[in-house]
Nanobody
Framework: QLQLVESGGGLVQPGGSLRLSCAAS????????IGWFRQAPGKEREGVSC????????NYADSVKGRFTISRDNAKNTVYLHMNSLKPEDTAVYYC???????????????????WGKGTLVTVSS
């Protein structure tokens, strides 16, 4: 009953932009910090970005700083990942993850994540 559903993935050319959405069902997103992870086939899962429950604190992997922006609209129970200047290296399945509490403690320890989405595929290719 508690779930996260990602959407917004697709095919985009290098240098293009895409906005991913993570919509929560069955629980109040405002009580959870929300992170984005990604995983390419044959590669390790990596943390991309995270936002505190209030939206006041954000974190980004060095590889996406200056290009990606995370935001949340608690009234809509949705978190967004705005991706600009996309590179082929950004190609992956993107997952959102929720942990109860203010801060993004699951980015260092993904195993403590309370709720995972099933992912949305982003392909960056010319």
């Amino acid at each position: 009953q508690l779930q996260l559903v990602e959407s917004g993935g697709g095919l985009v050319q290098p240098g293009g932009s895409l906005r991913l959405s993570c919509a929560a069902s069955g629980f109040p997103l405002e009580d959870y910090a929300i992170g984005w992870f990604r995983q390419a086939p044959g590669k390790e899962r990596e943390g991309v970005s995270c936002i505190s429950s209030s939206g006041g604190i954000t974190n980004y992997a060095d590889s996406v700083k200056g290009r990606f922006t995370i935001s949340r609209d608690n009234a809509k129970n949705t978190v967004y990942l705005h991706m600009n200047s996309l590179k082929p290296e950004d190609t992956a399945v993107y997952y959102c993850a929720a942990v109860l509490g203010r801060f993004c403690i699951m980015m260092a320890n993904p195993e403590i994540t309370d709720i995972w989405g099933k992912g949305t595929l982003v392909t960056v290719s010319s």
